[in-house]
């Protein structure tokens, strides 16, 4: 099992919200700053948010994150069939003194 | 442009010895950390550990200290990812990382390279 928490799967309507949620502990996501990851399907993982809500220049702002104690969320709007991928939640655990990732969330845009 | 190139797919039986690399460009080689992720499709994304070029300074993941090595050449801007010898588990896509953030508690990975994929089998 991974550190953080995700749901396995999520899906929803093109156009229409999506939620992520990533739960954690004290050690890791309640002290220390969120990044969440997306992978297309035989791609490498890419940045789309750090420091719990920041997005990197070039990332659309239908990705966003929030914080709140021991979890966080990514939230996507006017969902696109190019939106379709896993998504993971990494932080720093300051416990194991490592970094550790949720294990992954399947988005399906139907 | 920050780039992470990574060395080739190998295929290698179990017992044998691997060193796979991931060369980096385009920024200051000795003052970011650079992170090696596996994936593996029964657990996801699960980091190694990351090292600081500057002074390679190294943190192993407790689940893979002692399993595998991390190093870095500062003359030629390259990290190494090392096994003396592979297990059938070590079967993963492994990706390096540029790791950005001043203290741990605010590390993210913001360039990746594009994966060695890893094969151990008899």
């Known amino acids: 099992q991974s550190v953080l928490t995700q749901p396995p799967s999520v899906s929803a309507a093109p156009g229409q919200k999506v939620t992520i949620s990533c739960s954690g502990s004290?050690?890791?996501?309640?002290?220390?700053?969120v990044s969440w990851y997306q992978q297309l399907p035989g791609t490498a993982p890419k940045l789309l948010i750090y420091?719990?809500?920041e997005r990197p220049s070039g990332i659309p702002d239908r990705f966003s994150g929030s914080k709140s104690g021991t979890s966080v969320t990514l939230d996507i709007t006017g969902l696109q069939t190019g939106d379709e991928a896993d998504y993971y939640c990494?932080?720093?655990?300051?416990?194991?003194?490592?970094?550790?990732f949720g294990g992954g969330t399947k988005l399906t845009v139907l | 442009e920050v780039q992470l190139v990574q060395s080739g797919a190998e295929v290698k039986e179990p017992g044998e010895s691997l060193k796979i690399s991931c060369k980096t460009s385009?920024?200051?080689?000795?003052?970011?950390?650079v992170g090696w992720v596996r994936q593996t499709p029964g657990k996801g994304l699960e980091c190694l550990g990351i090292?600081?070029?500057?002074?390679?300074?190294?943190i192993y993941s407790p689940s893979f200290q002692g399993q595998v090595t991390i190093s870095a050449d500062k003359s030629i801007s390259t990290v190494y990812l090392q096994w003396t010898s592979l297990e059938a588990s070590d079967t993963a896509i492994y990706y390096c990382?540029?790791?950005?953030?001043?203290?741990?508690?605010?590390?993210?990975?913001?360039?990746w390279g594009k994966g060695t994929t890893v094969t151990v089998s008899s």
């Open positions: 990382a540029r790791v950005v953030g001043i203290r741990h508690e605010n590390h993210y990975m913001d360039v």
């Open positions: 385009g920024y200051s080689f000795n003052t970011y950390y």
């Open positions: 090292i600081y070029p500057g002074d390679s300074e190294t």
């Open positions: 004290s050690s890791n996501i309640a002290n220390n700053y």
């Open positions: 420091d719990n809500d």
């Open positions: 990494g932080t720093w655990d300051s416990s194991l003194n490592t970094w550790v």
